[in-house]
């Protein structure tokens, strides 16, 4: 099996590239070997790869920035994953592409379906959900909607806040806003799983947009404070404890893009359809620690 991954410097395309090493040939790419802002590039590094399937974690993903930098966002994450789209039609493979919470506007009092009615509230949001729609127009698609990434590589939240309790004496954070930390090696493992099953059954017929998270929820206040117990636990030096973070209000930290207040996305139709069980957001963070400190 020959698997063309885009973004492999990024969170989610390093634990996939890892992860999907088992299945065959990956052929993993940065923004040196593929550029997505160039179609005509992608149309033809796909023509000379011929490419099994297609597995798009690449992303515009800089939140803030994309309010002024909107081209460049729309660019890479809504008309890169219809040219990827287009070519995966034209060679009748499957491709899996991945979105995001900020489709939504985070006003919903439960966690989101795959069904709820979409409503962006930013730029990032809304040009991810118009590379959803491209998506969505040929029929072999899994579109895998995930919120609050973080990994042992990259940049993430829970690698700021290690940062930051080493540096500073106290810390201010949001605490009104709820989701659920997923890491990119949960992400890797699913999408194996999902691999492997389309190429093991000639009629499946799963295809579409799924949630996926890890299990139960939290607010970004309270995984600060996990986060600061947990490297304290394992013998970080640090300028102070979690009683030293505080909890505020999304309006005292404004920002240029609107965050979803709820980023809670429930991942029932995932785990039925797949036949999976997903860890626990706090097992997760711990591992990915322990392999920071090792």
């Known amino acids: 099996m020959k698997i063309l991954?885009?973004?492999?410097?990024?969170q989610l395309g390093f634990a996939l590239h890892k992860k999907l090493a088992s299945l065959g040939e990956v052929i993993a790419t940065n923004r040196d070997m593929?550029?997505?802002i160039d179609p005509q590039a992608i149309r033809a590094f796909i023509d000379q790869t011929?490419?099994?399937?297609?597995?798009?974690?690449?992303?515009?993903?800089?939140?803030d920035k994309a309010e002024s930098e909107n081209l460049?966002?729309?660019q890479i994450n809504a008309e890169a994953p219809q040219v990827l789209t287009d070519k995966a039609s034209e060679l009748n493979i499957p491709i899996i592409h991945f979105s995001t919470d900020y489709v939504f506007d985070g006003l919903k009092h439960e966690p989101y379906l795959e069904i709820d009615k979409v409503n962006p509230q930013s730029v990032y949001g809304q040009t991810k959900w118009q590379g959803e729609e491209a998506v969505r127009?040929?029929?072999?698609?899994?579109?895998?909607?995930?919120?609050?990434?973080?990994?042992?590589?990259?940049?993430?939240?829970?690698k700021t806040i290690m940062k930051l309790i080493q540096e500073k004496t106290?810390?201010?954070?949001?605490?009104?806003?709820?989701?659920?930390?997923?890491?990119?090696?949960?992400?890797?493992?699913?999408?194996?799983h999902i691999v492997k099953t389309i190429f093991n059954d000639p009629n499946f017929k799963d295809f579409g947009t799924y949630h996926m998270t890890l299990d139960n929820e939290t607010n970004w206040y309270r995984y600060a404070c996990f986060i600061t117990d947990e490297t304290k636990r394992l013998g970080l030096q640090t300028l102070m404890t979690s009683?030293?973070?505080?909890?505020?209000?999304?309006?005292?930290?404004p920002t240029l893009a609107k965050r979803p207040m709820n980023s809670r996305l429930d991942s029932t139709k995932i785990k039925k359809t797949f036949m999976l069980e997903l860890p626990h957001w706090e097992e997760e963070v711990k591992r990915i620690l322990k392999v920071l400190f090792h």
Request: negative net charge; aromatic residues 8%; hydrophobic residues 40%.
């Open 137 to 158: 127009q040929y029929k072999k698609h899994i579109i895998l909607r995930t919120s609050w990434v973080f990994s042992s590589h990259g940049q993430n939240f829970l």
């Open 170 to 192: 106290s810390l201010n954070v949001v605490s009104d806003q709820i989701g659920t930390p997923t890491s990119s090696e949960a992400l890797a493992d699913v999408t194996y």
């Open 50 to 63: 011929q490419p099994d399937i297609i597995i798009n974690p690449a992303a515009y993903t800089q939140v």
């Open 243 to 253: 009683k030293d973070i505080k909890p505020i209000l999304s309006d005292a930290y």
């Open 72 to 74: 460049l966002a729309h």
């Open 34 to 36: 593929l550029d997505l």
């Open 5 to 10: 991954l885009t973004g492999k410097d990024g």
